[in-house]
């Protein structure tokens, strides 16, 4: 059995040809990774027993170190860890060696006292389609190469689109690389599809300007820099005091933007904002965007997958009046990273905005010239002649199946990252996906009940929370000086909770920085119960 790379090519002795190996390597290999990678998740699952008591077990490391991570700031971590890239190859025990240390020094995400993002472990059968993917190492560029995936990809974007109840004969979606790319994807299409001189001669000294929330994600800012606009083309709109978009002030702003001689064509409407979880009123907003005929979209990178549960999806009322939508099963549904759609009511505006002629990728539909040959009939129609000034007219009866996904997407390199969530919703199916998302929700409620039980905790969040993360503040202080205290509180406590098997996060507030705890579908009550411990005997030790 071959162990020590023996696959690779190397240059065989005249007349000889050396024979493969792969399989027989990758079953030695992948099994001893295997092991080590069970042992962490198993860790994880020992230890849960202990969170509800506020402190995860120790164990052995080069620091104060618990299944959840041996945390090392990073100049010592450079010194603990060497990363050499040999001149020759070390083989397994190379491999093994370096898996090993990178389990070692890595947040067991799968813990429970992980907290601290918009995204936890995955599953197991996350694992299995993030094997088989790797294995298949497809490009998810052209049908050619890649027909069962590309399959899978357009009948899980279809049935996404159709929760959302975009069910036109042309809704689908595309994979994304995370939910910045499909907030960029869905400017970029905006912006061609409503002007589409602007993909051959540019702005022509337009001044285009977009909405948010006040609250929306960064990413807004990024896309318009990246796109030419600049970042102070993007409008904040203020927020109510839940966080939630107010629409008078997006009607405002947009005239406001007209009469300055600016040119406003597209608004973000945000669900499930990243700090406090707010759904901005859809249908309100799809009012606002019909009125002055611009692109909404939606981004539901966080909270969009409540569309499963039918408890939580009264609040994307409005969502199917969305031109796009995107959102990010990687998050809170827990299909491994990276899994993102762009959704669209009508694919041929995403086929408009983003298609570019590519003679030697995107092959346009030969006739067949021989009726004889043997699967005459069986026509290609893999691929849409993008080399035709308008590859797919307006008229319904012309428009033909888009087949070839990088025609649709900015990217030309795509990974088949939809099977991720194909294989999962195979295994857990809707109603088992809903059930995941009631149960963080309740996890989520539960632990805003407990801290608002608590005289020493202030609540920043509504109760219950409009989404998985709970945020508040510990030992709130007021008076000269207060905003500074209840930052420095956050920031001890929440560097004091590691050592002891919890991580979460902090995000800045009026009063000062406050705790934001996220939970997620397999996090415990228990867990809960034992974080608020843990802040308290933590707290209970600082001194201000």
């Known amino acids: 059995m071959a162990t020590n790379g023996t696959s690779l090519p190397s240059r065989p002795a005249a007349g000889q040809q050396k024979p493969l190996q792969r399989a027989d390597e990758a079953d030695d290999l992948l099994t001893a990774v295997k092991d080590s990678v069970i042992k962490f ?24 170190r618990t299944v959840l991570v041996e945390h090392h700031p990073p100049t010592k971590l450079q010194q603990l860890f060497d990363v050499s890239l040999p001149g020759e190859g070390q083989g397994k025990p ?39 993917l790797s294995s298949l190492n497809t490009n998810l560029h052209v049908y050619q190469v890649s027909p069962a995936l ?38 970029v299409i905006a912006r061609n599809v409503l002007f589409p001189e602007t993909k051959e001669r540019g702005y022509e000294g337009k001044r285009f300007v977009l909405f948010t929330s006040a609250h929306g994600h960064y990413s807004l800012e990024k896309a318009a820099q990246i796109c030419g ?5 993007v409008r904040s709109v203020a927020v109510d005091s839940q966080g939630c978009m107010k629409p008078e002030a997006l009607d405002a702003g947009i005239e406001e933007a007209k009469k ?42 966080w909270g969009g997958p409540i569309i499963f549960s039918s408890a939580q999806r009264h ?48 092959h346009s539909n030969d006739d067949d010239d021989d009726d004889d040959e043997a699967g005459a009939g069986d026509k290609d129609d893999s691929a849409v002649d993008t080399e035709t000034p308008d590859a797919h007219p307006n008229q319904e009866g012309d428009a033909k199946e888009i087949w070839d996904l990088a025609d649709l997407t900015p990217q030309c390199g795509r990974r088949g990252d939809s099977l991720k969530l194909a294989l999962s919703w195979i295994y857990y199916g809707t109603a088992g996906f809903g059930a995941y998302i009631d149960d963080a929700f309740d996890t989520a409620a539960h632990l805003a009940s407990l801290i608002a039980s608590k005289p020493q905790f202030s609540l920043v ?7 998985l993360q709970v945020c508040f503040y510990f030992d709130k202080q007021d008076g000269a000086g207060h905003r500074n205290r209840n930052s420095k509180v956050t920031e001890e406590i929440t560097q004091k ?16 920085k406050f705790f934001r705890v996220v939970v997620n579908g397999q996090s415990r009550r228990e867990t809960v119960e034992g974080l608020v411990k843990a802040i308290e005997e933590v707290g209970a030790s600082i001194k201000m």
């Not at 994880?44 to 509800?52: I, L, M, P, V």
């Not at 093994?96 to 429970?112: C, G, K, M, R």
């Not at 909770?497 to 000062?512: K, S």
């Open 260 to 301: 300055a001689g600016e040119t406003p064509f597209y608004v973000n409407a945000t669900a499930g904002t990243t700090v406090l979880g707010s759904f901005d009123p859809l249908d309100k907003i799809a009012d606002v965007c019909q009125k002055h005929k611009l692109w909404m979209h939606v981004d539901g990178s």
């Open 461 to 467: 969040s509504e109760n219950p929370p409009p989404c």
């Open 94 to 132: 190379g491999v093994l060696h370096t898996v090993h240390e990178i389990l070692q020094y890595s947040v067991n995400t799968w813990d429970q006292g992980f907290l601290d993002k918009l995204y936890a472990s995955t599953t197991p059968v996350g694992l299995a389609a993030d094997l088989l």
């Open 497 to 512: 909770l590691i050592p002891r098997g919890f991580m979460t996060d902090y995000a800045p507030g009026e009063e000062g």
């Open 229 to 233: 606009f600049g970042s102070g083309a």
């Open 315 to 362: 609040k994307l009322r409005g969502v199917e009046r969305a031109d796009s939508i995107a959102l990010c099963p990687h998050k809170m549904m827990s299909v491994p990273l990276t899994c993102t759609f762009l959704l669209g009511k009508d694919l041929r505006e995403f086929h408009k905005g983003m298609t570019l002629p590519a003679g030697y990728l995107f």
């Open 41 to 64: 998740i198993r860790s994880a699952d020992d230890d849960a027993a202990t969170k509800g008591e506020g402190h995860g077990l120790q164990q052995p490391g080069k620091g104060p």
């Open 150 to 187: 590309t399959l899978i990809e357009k009948r899980t974007s279809a049935a996404l689109a159709s929760l959302f109840g975009l069910k036109g004969k042309y809704a689908g979606g595309v994979s994304q690389p995370g939910g910045s790319a499909a907030n960029q994807s869905s400017i």
